[in-house]
C-alpha cells in the first residue's frame, strides 16, 4: 500500500479527527513562514505585546508593519491541502480545525469560523484591547495612512492590535481549551505542514495519541514527534491530501 493509500484508509477507518494545522500548509499558498531562518522575524524584531501597550512609537511602527503589507500575513488564496481539510469537515468527519496560521485561509476555504480554533489569533481584522470589539482593517488603514491615527476602540477607546497573539501575549484561554478537548475526543490526530516545535501546541499531538488516537504527520521536513507518529509522509500537503479525503 501506498503512502496515500494508507492515509486514505486511516482517515476511512477514523470516527472524529483532530486537524491541526502549522505555517507548512500557508507556505504553499505562498505564504512566508515567519518562524523559519529567513523568515520574517530573522529580518524584523517582533513587537511585544508589552513594547505596543507602553510605547505609541511602538504601535506607529506595528500599524506601519501591517498596512505596508511586509508581513505577507494576508492577501494569499487557499490551496488544494485547505479544501480537502474543508472536505473533511464538510463531511463531518473532522469537528474543528486547530492552526497556528493567522491567515483566515481555512475559513476562507470553506471552514465555517465556528469550527476554525485559531491559536495564534487572526491578522485579518483587529480587536480591542480593552474590551474585545471587532475592528475591519480597511476602516483603520483610511484613518492611519489618511490622518495618521493610531487606532483606537470606538467603543471604549482602549488600544487597538491586529487578532493576533503577539510576542509575549498569553496564549487564549478558550481556545486552549477547545483544542484540548478536540485533542482528547478525537481518534485520528492529523498535523498538517508543523514542525510540532512550538509548546504549547505541539504538546496536543502527545496529549491525543495518550488517550488512544493514532497519530498522523504529513509535513515536508521531518519532525520531533515523527517516532512516535502511526504514519509519517515527508510531501506537499497539497499534493497528498486531496487524493486521500473522499470527494463527496
Ligand atoms: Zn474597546
Redesign the pocket.
Known sequence: MTQVETLATLIAEAGRIAIFTGAGISTESGIPDFRSPGGIWSRIKPITIQDFVASEAMRREAWNRVFSGVMKWTGAQPNAGHYAIARLVALGKSRAVITQNVDNLHQHSGVPADRVIELHGNATYAK?L??G?RHELEILKQSFLGAGEIPT?R??H?LVKTATISFGQAMPVEEMARAREEALACDLFLVLGSSLTVYPAAGFPVMAQRNGAKLVILNREPTDQDDRADLVIHEAIGSVLPAAVPTN
Do not use: L, T
Open positions: 480591542c480593552d474590551c470589539e476602540c467603543r471604549c482602549g
